[in-house]
Nanobody
């Protein structure tokens, strides 16, 4: 059973930076698409960024130019560099993975695995 374990969350002031990490642990698993999602209290889950096995990435409009998704397939790691953080970025952040092939990872409707989440809090 593959487990996704997020880390790197915390509390920062507006304008600060954080780097989230997601480790895929367990049997060898070749993810085709991986993604970061977030969910703020009282709000629906929102897709933040996706990355395909070949490195193609996509971002929500709300984070374009501020966040960067990256992967290290050798280490089975997924990252999210978050810069210029705003209070509205406050949320629980989750990573997800699927081995199914999609032309566009932002169109994935079912993810094989989810992490437990890491909290990001941005104060003004």
């Amino acid at each position: 059973q593959v487990q996704l374990v997020e880390s790197g969350g915390g509390s920062v002031q507006s304008g600060g930076s954080l780097r989230l990490s997601c480790a895929a642990q367990g049997p060898t698993y070749r993810a085709y698409c991986m993604a970061w999602f977030r969910r703020a209290p009282g709000q629906m889950r929102e897709g933040v960024a996706t990355i395909r096995s070949d490195g193609a990435s996509s971002y929500a409009d709300s984070v374009k130019g501020r966040f960067a998704i990256a992967q290290d397939k050798v280490k089975s790691m997924l990252y999210l560099q978050m810069n210029s953080l705003k209070p509205e970025d406050t949320a629980m952040y989750y990573c997800a993975a699927t081995s199914k092939r999609y032309n566009d990872c932002s169109s994935v409707t079912f993810w094989d695995y989810w992490g437990q989440g890491t909290q990001v809090t941005v104060s003004s």
